[in-house]
């Protein structure tokens, strides 16, 4: 990982950085975004709908949810800590927990899945 400084407004901001195969995943804290070129046609993946990801690289100490749980809006899904701070992470959508590729104790990558959320429209 390595990071970079943003400014705005007068303000900087060190940012994590991390290269993958699928892009550059770009993490503050409470959020992250993969930046990668567009693809078109039948090769176009596009980050997983309903996935909540880490914000940074961390260690998972609480899930609050299960597989096929509902859960609403801002329910706690995970709590990930990281630079001896906690960030909970919710949901960003009500919504049925589809999967889980994590566990309570693990180590994680700046921009790791961590909860996905099923496709409200399947």
Same mark, same amino acid.
């Given at each position: 990982?390595?990071?970079?400084?943003?400014?705005?407004?007068?303000?900087?901001?060190?940012?994590?950085?991390?290269?993958?195969?699928?892009?550059?995943?770009?993490?503050?804290?409470?959020?992250?975004?993969?930046?990668?070129?567009?693809?078109?046609?039948?090769?176009?993946?596009?980050?997983?709908?309903?996935?909540?990801? @880490? !914000?940074?690289? $961390?260690? %998972?100490?609480? /899930?609050?949810?299960?597989?096929? *749980?509902? &859960?609403?809006?801002?329910?706690? #899904?995970?709590?990930?800590?990281?630079?001896?701070?906690?960030?909970?992470?919710? @949901? !960003?959508?009500? $919504?049925? %927990?589809?999967? /889980?590729?994590?566990?309570?104790? *693990?180590? &994680?990558?700046?921009?790791?899945? #961590?909860?996905?959320?099923?496709?409200?429209?399947?």
């Amino acid at each position: 990982m390595s990071f970079i400084w943003f400014e705005h407004e007068g303000k900087r901001t060190r940012l994590a950085m991390v290269r993958t195969g699928e892009g550059v995943w770009i993490g503050w804290p409470g959020g992250a975004r993969r930046f990668a070129p567009e693809r078109t046609g039948a090769t176009a993946r596009g980050p997983a709908r309903g996935a909540v990801r @880490a !914000p940074m690289t $961390g260690r %998972i100490v609480r /899930i609050a949810v299960g597989v096929n *749980d509902a &859960v609403a809006e801002d329910d706690l #899904l995970v709590i990930l800590e990281a630079m001896k701070m906690e960030y909970r992470l919710t @949901a !960003p959508r009500a $919504g049925t %927990i589809e999967a /889980i590729p994590c566990r309570e104790g *693990d180590l &994680v990558d700046l921009g790791a899945t #961590l909860v996905r959320l099923a496709d409200p429209d399947a």
